[in-house]
């Protein structure tokens, strides 16, 4: 008995080491399997693009989940084929903070829409915290208060744009009178 409870005290304590020290795993590649992705003829490049039709996607095969190349469409997908070649469709660039923007040499900010923000750092940059300014087709320059700094919206976009949401206000204008400021008494010419 005592010999019994031994043996199995002493088989508890004693690890148990498989029979097989490794699994066996192997690995192979069909060869005949297609290849998943796109392919060149696929993906048109951005000089091909002429139409809205042109940026739809192939979109992925079955079963497989697809990126954003194969996925996006419109603006988005023209911005990664933009990318992809280099071009940056927006024009994403920081504005020009080396220097003070003057009624005379302005910093111009580009715009495809009626009305545009800046956000104003200072000169030198980050002299004072950002202050918003909003400058659009009816008002195409403004200063900021605190550092003086001017901006001038260029407007970019179409000249009738048929997806406007002006709500036929005529003119595209606001349609009310702006507040009057200290600018407009002392000098006009800085609206």
């Known amino acids: 008995m005592f010999l019994q409870r031994t043996a199995f005290a ?30 060149e003829t696929q993906i048109k490049k951005f000089e091909e693009i002429k139409t809205e039709d ?15 190349l194969e996925q996006a469409t419109g603006l988005e997908r023209l911005e990664i084929l933009g990318k992809m070649e280099g071009i940056d469709i927006f024009d994403m660039k920081p504005l020009d903070a080396s220097r003070k923007g003057t009624l005379d040499d302005p910093i111009v900010v580009k715009s495809f829409g009626d009305e545009q923000y800046q956000g104003c750092t200072g000169y030198p ?62 000098r006009p010419e800085y609206r």
């Open 125 to 186: 940059a980050d002299s004072h915290n950002v202050i918003w300014l909003t400058t659009s087709r009816d008002r195409p320059i403004e200063r900021c208060p605190e550092c003086g700094s001017v901006y001038k919206m260029e407007y970019v976009g179409p000249a009738e744009d048929p997806h406007a949401h002006d709500h036929h206000h005529g003119d595209g204008a606001h349609n009310y009178e702006e507040a009057k400021t200290f600018a407009d008494f002392v």
């Open 54 to 68: 042109d940026l739809l996607p192939p979109g992925a095969p079955p079963g497989a989940i697809p990126s954003d």
């Open 10 to 39: 002493a088989a508890r304590r004693a690890g148990a080491s498989p029979m097989i020290k490794r699994s066996f795993a192997t690995s192979f590649v069909r060869r005949d399997a297609p290849k998943s992705g796109l392919s």
